[in-house]
């Protein structure tokens, strides 16, 4: 995502098939007002469901869906944290390599408790809410990830 268009408003979803750099959606979150900023990347690490040793990482979703439950997910924490300045959330899709980031969350408080509560909502909701399936890769073989969890109804987060 190293050539995309940074948006000017407070709330920024993506999916993307491109690495994601999360020193670009922390630099958008500061904002005059706030005074904290919190980002979160999580990445792809090796270890395996599958007690392999894994290279990559594949993820799929339903485009618009994801967008959807991902502004949502934003507009719950806003509701919850009145006073926060940016949130931002991108979720890979597609081939991910092992230390590559699979998702950045990004909130700017003015204050920091406002700013990690908001952003471990964030990452939490993604995993419960967001529907995303994960492959794992490993020398000679691959899976879909056995861990799984039912998505929840966004009035249940």
Avoid: N
Avoid at 10 to 16: F, I, K, P, Q
Avoid at 20 to 27: H, M, N, Q, R
Avoid at 72 to 95: E, F, M, P, T
């Amino acid at each position: 995502m190293s050539d995309v268009q940074v948006p000017t408003g407070r709330d920024w979803v993506a999916l993307a098939e491109e690495p994601l750099v999360p020193e670009v959606l922390s630099a958008w979150a500061i904002r005059p007002d706030c005074g904290a900023v919190v980002t979160f990347s999580g990445t792809a690490r090796r270890s395996s469901t599958f007690e392999h040793e894994i290279i990559a990482l594949e993820y799929e979703t339903s485009t618009d869906l994801a967008l959807s439950r991902l502004t949502q997910l934003v507009a719950i924490a806003r509701s919850r944290w009145s006073d926060l300045g940016a949130v931002g959330i991108h979720h890979r899709v597609g081939r991910v390599e092992v230390t590559e980031s699979a998702v950045v969350v990004v909130v700017s408080a003015p204050h920091r408790d406002a700013a990690f509560l908001a952003a471990r909502f964030c990452i939490d909701s993604v995993k419960r809410a967001v529907p995303m399936w994960k492959r794992e890769f490993w020398a000679g073989g691959s899976a879909w990830s056995e861990q799984c969890e039912d998505l929840v109804d966004l009035d249940q987060l």
